[in-house]
């Protein structure tokens, strides 16, 4: 085994570097560019870039913002949002979506984005985007430390109800994810990551491994 020198911390003293280097450590993220609609029917679209699948049946997505934003803050009033694929093509217009607007100011305006209406959800999505999901909200939950006390974040959950895939994407059935060349966030201030045919490998399954539903042993 080799022997290496490591940066040992406790979160609860200090990481003691000139950046937290928990974004990167845990990266690259999935971005969850999120669509979303307050009571008053003002849209807003935002990035985040904690954001995964949780579920397969049914499918359950969700995002978590640290603090209570716009995005929360409409899911929590219509049970209702859009998860928007960013691509590299989008990357400086999701960039835009990030700008702290005023509430009700339209993020689709802003970034030059078509805002394509839903058809399970009163939410439009990014018609620029090639692939794209609609949620009902099933949970919103704050978090909590280890002494229970709630702090300022908050996870998102749901369920999906409608899926668009951009066809040229499909290939004998099996969604192609390279080659929608899909940018992922890589810790640091601006780092990203893109996904592409060329940096794609395959590890083969090992029998009787768990199925793709599951993902771990326990």
Known sequence: MTVRDFHYYEPAEGHGLSHNPLNALVAPRPIGWISSRDAE???????????????????????????WKDSVQNASETREFTWNLVTRELGDQMNQTSSPLPRGEDEFQFAGLTAVAGRKVNVPRVGESRAAMECKVIDIVQFRNTAGQKVGGWLVLGEVVAVYIDKTLLKDGVYQTAEAYPIMRSGGLNDY??????NVFQIARLAGASSPSSHGKG
């Open 41 to 67: 029917g003002r849209v807003n679209l935002a990035p985040y870039s904690f954001f995964n699948a949780f579920n397969y049946d049914p499918p359950i997505i969700g995002f978590s913002s640290i603090a």
């Open 193 to 198: 990551v893109q996904v592409s045919p060329d």
